[in-house]
Protein backbone atom coordinates (compact mmCIF):
# COMPACT_ATOMS: atom_id res chain seq x y z
CA UNK A 1 0.00 0.00 0.00
CA UNK A 2 1.34 3.49 -1.14
CA UNK A 3 0.31 6.74 0.81
CA UNK A 4 1.36 9.86 -1.15
CA UNK A 5 0.99 13.13 -0.05
CA UNK A 6 -2.45 15.07 -0.91
CA UNK A 7 -2.91 18.65 -1.50
CA UNK A 8 -6.56 18.77 -2.16
CA UNK A 9 -8.71 20.79 0.46
CA UNK A 10 -9.89 18.75 3.09
CA UNK A 11 -13.61 18.47 5.00
CA UNK A 12 -14.39 20.98 7.76
CA UNK A 13 -15.87 17.96 10.30
CA UNK A 14 -15.04 13.86 9.65
CA UNK A 15 -17.63 11.49 11.56
CA UNK A 16 -16.07 8.06 12.50
CA UNK A 17 -18.60 6.11 11.71
CA UNK A 18 -20.65 7.83 8.82
CA UNK A 19 -19.71 9.14 5.33
CA UNK A 20 -20.32 13.18 5.31
CA UNK A 21 -23.00 14.89 4.58
CA UNK A 22 -21.05 15.91 0.90
CA UNK A 23 -20.35 12.59 -0.44
CA UNK A 24 -21.90 11.73 -3.78
CA UNK A 25 -21.85 9.04 -6.22
CA UNK A 26 -19.08 9.22 -9.17
CA UNK A 27 -18.84 8.10 -13.24
CA UNK A 28 -19.78 4.27 -13.02
CA UNK A 29 -17.28 1.83 -15.50
CA UNK A 30 -18.91 -0.62 -16.90
CA UNK A 31 -16.64 -3.41 -19.06
CA UNK A 32 -17.91 -3.90 -22.47
CA UNK A 33 -18.02 -6.60 -25.25
CA UNK A 34 -18.78 -4.19 -28.28
CA UNK A 35 -17.29 -0.88 -27.58
CA UNK A 36 -18.49 1.29 -30.40
CA UNK A 37 -21.96 -0.23 -30.02
CA UNK A 38 -21.83 0.73 -26.82
CA UNK A 39 -20.24 4.10 -27.23
CA UNK A 40 -22.73 4.84 -29.83
CA UNK A 41 -25.63 4.12 -27.52
CA UNK A 42 -24.93 6.55 -24.85
CA UNK A 43 -23.47 9.10 -26.86
CA UNK A 44 -27.12 9.19 -28.85
CA UNK A 45 -29.59 7.14 -26.24
CA UNK A 46 -28.34 9.15 -23.32
CA UNK A 47 -27.46 12.46 -25.23
CA UNK A 48 -23.41 11.73 -23.64
CA UNK A 49 -20.06 12.71 -25.42
CA UNK A 50 -17.20 10.90 -25.84
CA UNK A 51 -14.69 12.52 -23.98
CA UNK A 52 -11.45 11.03 -23.76
CA UNK A 53 -10.30 7.61 -24.16
CA UNK A 54 -6.91 5.21 -23.40
CA UNK A 55 -5.52 2.11 -24.48
CA UNK A 56 -4.15 -0.38 -22.23
CA UNK A 57 -2.79 -3.19 -23.62
CA UNK A 58 -5.64 -5.06 -25.48
CA UNK A 59 -7.93 -3.06 -23.33
CA UNK A 60 -9.70 0.72 -24.44
CA UNK A 61 -11.09 2.97 -21.84
CA UNK A 62 -13.28 5.54 -22.95
CA UNK A 63 -15.07 8.04 -20.54
CA UNK A 64 -18.24 9.77 -21.94
CA UNK A 65 -20.20 12.77 -20.32
CA UNK A 66 -21.45 15.50 -20.05
CA UNK A 67 -19.58 18.98 -20.50
CA UNK A 68 -16.30 18.39 -18.84
CA UNK A 69 -18.45 15.99 -16.51
CA UNK A 70 -17.79 12.20 -16.56
CA UNK A 71 -20.58 9.70 -16.51
CA UNK A 72 -19.25 6.33 -17.43
CA UNK A 73 -16.35 4.92 -18.73
CA UNK A 74 -16.59 2.01 -20.77
CA UNK A 75 -13.68 -0.57 -20.80
CA UNK A 76 -13.31 -3.13 -23.80
CA UNK A 77 -12.84 -6.02 -22.31
CA UNK A 78 -11.98 -8.65 -24.81
CA UNK A 79 -13.45 -12.79 -24.17
CA UNK A 80 -15.23 -11.98 -21.29
CA UNK A 81 -18.83 -13.72 -20.98
CA UNK A 82 -22.06 -11.30 -20.99
CA UNK A 83 -23.82 -10.05 -17.92
CA UNK A 84 -26.07 -12.84 -16.09
CA UNK A 85 -28.84 -11.05 -14.52
CA UNK A 86 -29.25 -13.12 -11.66
CA UNK A 87 -25.48 -12.74 -10.30
CA UNK A 88 -23.99 -9.86 -8.03
CA UNK A 89 -23.09 -6.80 -9.60
CA UNK A 90 -25.26 -4.06 -11.51
CA UNK A 91 -29.16 -3.71 -11.68
CA UNK A 92 -28.96 -0.21 -12.82
CA UNK A 93 -26.89 2.77 -12.75
CA UNK A 94 -29.60 6.19 -12.03
CA UNK A 95 -28.33 9.64 -13.91
CA UNK A 96 -30.05 12.29 -11.98
CA UNK A 97 -31.17 15.44 -13.88
CA UNK A 98 -31.02 19.00 -12.66
CA UNK A 99 -35.13 19.73 -13.87
CA UNK A 100 -38.26 18.00 -15.74
CA UNK A 101 -37.23 19.19 -19.35
CA UNK A 102 -33.58 17.76 -18.97
CA UNK A 103 -35.04 14.51 -17.88
CA UNK A 104 -37.93 14.61 -20.63
CA UNK A 105 -35.53 15.83 -23.08
CA UNK A 106 -33.18 12.37 -22.25
CA UNK A 107 -35.99 9.71 -22.08
CA UNK A 108 -37.06 11.16 -25.30
CA UNK A 109 -33.40 9.92 -27.02
CA UNK A 110 -33.60 6.81 -25.31
CA UNK A 111 -36.88 5.81 -26.03
CA UNK A 112 -36.50 6.55 -29.80
CA UNK A 113 -32.98 5.14 -29.79
CA UNK A 114 -33.65 1.43 -31.58
CA UNK A 115 -31.24 -0.70 -29.07
CA UNK A 116 -33.09 0.61 -25.91
CA UNK A 117 -35.58 -1.36 -24.45
CA UNK A 118 -37.70 0.47 -22.23
CA UNK A 119 -38.02 -0.85 -19.20
CA UNK A 120 -40.72 1.30 -17.14
CA UNK A 121 -41.24 4.63 -15.23
CA UNK A 122 -42.46 5.36 -11.89
CA UNK A 123 -43.31 7.94 -9.54
CA UNK A 124 -41.53 7.00 -6.44
CA UNK A 125 -42.80 9.86 -3.84
CA UNK A 126 -39.11 11.40 -4.09
CA UNK A 127 -38.58 11.29 -7.69
CA UNK A 128 -39.75 10.54 -10.92
CA UNK A 129 -37.43 7.84 -12.86
CA UNK A 130 -37.70 5.86 -16.33
CA UNK A 131 -36.05 3.06 -16.66
CA UNK A 132 -33.86 1.38 -19.70
CA UNK A 133 -32.03 -1.25 -20.48
CA UNK A 134 -28.26 -0.51 -22.65
CA UNK A 135 -28.23 -3.37 -25.66
CA UNK A 136 -25.29 -5.36 -23.45
CA UNK A 137 -28.30 -6.25 -20.20
CA UNK A 138 -26.97 -3.29 -18.12
CA UNK A 139 -29.79 -1.26 -16.43
CA UNK A 140 -30.52 2.38 -16.39
CA UNK A 141 -32.62 5.29 -14.03
CA UNK A 142 -33.01 8.39 -15.79
CA UNK A 143 -34.36 10.25 -12.89
CA UNK A 144 -35.13 13.92 -11.44
CA UNK A 145 -35.24 14.49 -7.71
CA UNK A 146 -38.58 16.29 -5.93
CA UNK A 147 -37.77 19.37 -3.29
CA UNK A 148 -36.36 17.74 -0.14
CA UNK A 149 -39.06 19.72 1.20
CA UNK A 150 -42.05 17.31 -0.48
CA UNK A 151 -39.95 14.46 1.24
CA UNK A 152 -42.08 12.89 3.75
CA UNK A 153 -40.93 9.76 6.66
CA UNK A 154 -42.18 7.38 8.68
CA UNK A 155 -42.09 7.70 12.29
CA UNK A 156 -39.08 5.52 12.83
CA UNK A 157 -37.19 8.21 10.20
CA UNK A 158 -37.21 5.92 7.19
CA UNK A 159 -37.94 8.12 3.82
CA UNK A 160 -41.11 7.40 2.03
CA UNK A 161 -40.58 5.62 -1.25
CA UNK A 162 -42.90 3.88 -3.84
CA UNK A 163 -43.61 3.38 -7.25
CA UNK A 164 -46.36 4.12 -8.05
CA UNK A 165 -47.40 4.56 -12.15
CA UNK A 166 -46.33 7.56 -13.82
CA UNK A 167 -47.40 8.18 -17.70
CA UNK A 168 -44.59 8.65 -19.72
CA UNK A 169 -46.42 9.74 -22.79
CA UNK A 170 -48.23 12.32 -20.15
CA UNK A 171 -44.67 13.33 -18.59
CA UNK A 172 -43.27 14.15 -22.16
CA UNK A 173 -45.90 16.21 -23.16
CA UNK A 174 -46.07 18.57 -20.14
CA UNK A 175 -42.48 18.82 -19.93
CA UNK A 176 -40.28 18.22 -23.57
CA UNK A 177 -39.34 21.47 -25.30
CA UNK A 178 -37.56 21.38 -29.10
CA UNK A 179 -35.25 23.87 -27.25
CA UNK A 180 -33.74 21.23 -24.71
CA UNK A 181 -34.49 18.45 -26.99
CA UNK A 182 -31.77 20.21 -29.59
CA UNK A 183 -29.60 20.54 -27.03
CA UNK A 184 -29.91 17.99 -24.76
CA UNK A 185 -25.91 17.21 -23.67
CA UNK A 186 -25.55 20.73 -23.16
CA UNK A 187 -28.09 19.72 -19.72
CA UNK A 188 -25.87 19.24 -16.78
CA UNK A 189 -26.28 15.42 -15.22
CA UNK A 190 -24.78 13.56 -12.79
CA UNK A 191 -24.74 9.92 -11.25
CA UNK A 192 -27.22 10.25 -8.59
CA UNK A 193 -27.14 6.69 -7.34
CA UNK A 194 -26.16 3.32 -8.19
CA UNK A 195 -28.59 0.02 -7.17
CA UNK A 196 -26.87 -3.11 -6.89
CA UNK A 197 -27.28 -6.94 -6.77
CA UNK A 198 -26.07 -8.26 -3.99
CA UNK A 199 -26.29 -12.36 -2.42
CA UNK A 200 -27.94 -11.09 0.86
CA UNK A 201 -28.97 -8.00 2.33
CA UNK A 202 -27.35 -8.25 5.39
CA UNK A 203 -24.42 -8.96 4.59
CA UNK A 204 -24.12 -5.94 1.76
CA UNK A 205 -25.77 -4.03 4.98
CA UNK A 206 -22.19 -4.66 6.79
CA UNK A 207 -20.33 -3.98 4.00
CA UNK A 208 -21.76 -0.57 2.66
CA UNK A 209 -23.24 0.53 6.35
CA UNK A 210 -21.12 -0.65 8.90
CA UNK A 211 -17.78 -0.52 6.88
CA UNK A 212 -18.17 2.15 4.34
CA UNK A 213 -20.21 4.48 6.15
CA UNK A 214 -23.57 5.02 4.66
CA UNK A 215 -26.50 5.37 6.62
CA UNK A 216 -29.61 3.21 5.86
CA UNK A 217 -32.45 5.35 4.98
CA UNK A 218 -35.11 2.60 3.89
CA UNK A 219 -34.95 -0.92 5.39
CA UNK A 220 -38.41 -2.29 5.80
CA UNK A 221 -38.82 -2.78 1.82
CA UNK A 222 -38.34 -6.48 1.23
CA UNK A 223 -35.44 -7.70 -0.35
CA UNK A 224 -33.88 -4.23 -0.38
CA UNK A 225 -31.34 -1.60 1.45
CA UNK A 226 -31.39 1.82 0.71
CA UNK A 227 -28.59 4.17 2.06
CA UNK A 228 -26.79 7.08 2.10
CA UNK A 229 -24.96 10.04 3.16
CA UNK A 230 -26.62 13.29 4.84
CA UNK A 231 -30.19 12.65 4.32
CA UNK A 232 -30.52 11.60 0.77
CA UNK A 233 -33.09 8.76 -0.57
CA UNK A 234 -30.43 7.21 -1.19
CA UNK A 235 -26.45 6.79 -3.13
CA UNK A 236 -27.00 3.13 -3.17
CA UNK A 237 -29.18 0.41 -2.90
CA UNK A 238 -28.62 -3.65 -2.82
CA UNK A 239 -31.08 -6.02 -3.51
CA UNK A 240 -31.46 -9.55 -4.11
CA UNK A 241 -34.77 -9.39 -6.03
CA UNK A 242 -32.97 -11.89 -8.88
CA UNK A 243 -29.63 -12.43 -6.99
CA UNK A 244 -30.74 -13.93 -3.80
CA UNK A 245 -28.01 -16.42 -2.66
CA UNK A 246 -25.65 -15.21 -5.49
CA UNK A 247 -21.73 -16.39 -4.60
CA UNK A 248 -18.44 -14.18 -5.46
CA UNK A 249 -19.09 -12.62 -9.37
CA UNK A 250 -17.81 -14.77 -12.05
CA UNK A 251 -15.30 -12.20 -14.56
CA UNK A 252 -18.22 -11.04 -17.21
CA UNK A 253 -19.06 -8.10 -18.67
CA UNK A 254 -21.54 -5.40 -16.92
CA UNK A 255 -20.21 -3.44 -13.91
CA UNK A 256 -16.41 -2.66 -13.44
CA UNK A 257 -16.25 -0.52 -10.69
CA UNK A 258 -18.60 1.48 -8.27
CA UNK A 259 -17.21 5.38 -7.64
CA UNK A 260 -17.84 7.35 -4.42
CA UNK A 261 -16.55 11.01 -4.17
CA UNK A 262 -16.13 11.94 -0.56
CA UNK A 263 -14.81 15.72 0.09
CA UNK A 264 -11.05 15.41 2.02
CA UNK A 265 -8.44 13.33 2.79
CA UNK A 266 -9.72 13.23 6.57
CA UNK A 267 -12.59 11.17 5.29
CA UNK A 268 -10.74 8.52 3.82
CA UNK A 269 -8.53 8.33 6.88
CA UNK A 270 -11.75 7.73 9.21
CA UNK A 271 -12.95 4.94 6.12
CA UNK A 272 -9.63 2.84 6.56
CA UNK A 273 -10.12 3.43 10.41
CA UNK A 274 -13.10 1.02 10.01
CA UNK A 275 -11.42 -0.88 7.39
CA UNK A 276 -8.40 -2.15 9.37
CA UNK A 277 -10.81 -2.53 12.34
CA UNK A 278 -12.74 -5.22 10.31
CA UNK A 279 -9.39 -6.42 8.76
CA UNK A 280 -10.45 -6.11 5.89
CA UNK A 281 -8.30 -6.11 2.45
CA UNK A 282 -8.02 -2.40 0.52
CA UNK A 283 -5.83 -0.28 -1.26
CA UNK A 284 -4.82 3.73 -0.26
CA UNK A 285 -2.74 5.49 -2.56
CA UNK A 286 -3.41 8.94 -0.75
CA UNK A 287 -6.03 9.99 -3.47
CA UNK A 288 -8.26 7.19 -3.28
CA UNK A 289 -9.11 4.11 -1.21
CA UNK A 290 -10.58 0.57 -3.18
CA UNK A 291 -12.04 -2.85 -2.15
CA UNK A 292 -14.27 -5.04 -3.11
CA UNK A 293 -17.52 -6.09 -1.55
CA UNK A 294 -18.50 -9.87 -0.29
CA UNK A 295 -19.39 -10.22 -3.87
CA UNK A 296 -16.31 -9.22 -5.98
CA UNK A 297 -17.89 -5.36 -6.87
CA UNK A 298 -14.94 -3.04 -6.91
CA UNK A 299 -15.76 -0.13 -5.17
CA UNK A 300 -13.51 3.34 -5.51
CA UNK A 301 -13.72 5.96 -2.89
CA UNK A 302 -11.53 9.22 -3.89
CA UNK A 303 -11.81 12.78 -2.70
CA UNK A 304 -13.27 14.92 -5.20
CA UNK A 305 -15.07 14.28 -8.06
CA UNK A 306 -13.28 12.86 -10.75
CA UNK A 307 -11.89 14.80 -13.74
CA UNK A 308 -11.88 13.17 -16.96
CA UNK A 309 -8.23 12.39 -16.64
CA UNK A 310 -8.96 10.84 -12.69
CA UNK A 311 -11.81 8.53 -14.60
CA UNK A 312 -9.49 7.23 -16.95
CA UNK A 313 -7.09 5.78 -14.59
CA UNK A 314 -9.42 4.46 -11.85
Known amino acids: MTVTENTTPSSPVVNDTT ?73 HTAFLFENKAALAATVAHAAQNTNSRFVGSSDHLVSQAFYFTDPEGNGIELYVDRDRSEWTHSVDGEVQMDSLYLDPNRFLERHLTNEVLAATSAEPGIVGHVHLQVGNVPQAREFYVDALGFEPTLASMPG ?88 LTR
Open 19 to 91: LSADTGMDAVTLRVGDLEKMSTYYSNALAMEPLEEVSRGAETHRVLGRGTTPLVKLVATPGLPGVDPRQAGLF
Open 224 to 311: VLFASAGGYHHHVAMNTWNSRGAGPRAASLGLGDVAISVPGREDLDALVARLRARKMDFADDGRQVRLSDPWGTQVTLSIGTSSIDEA
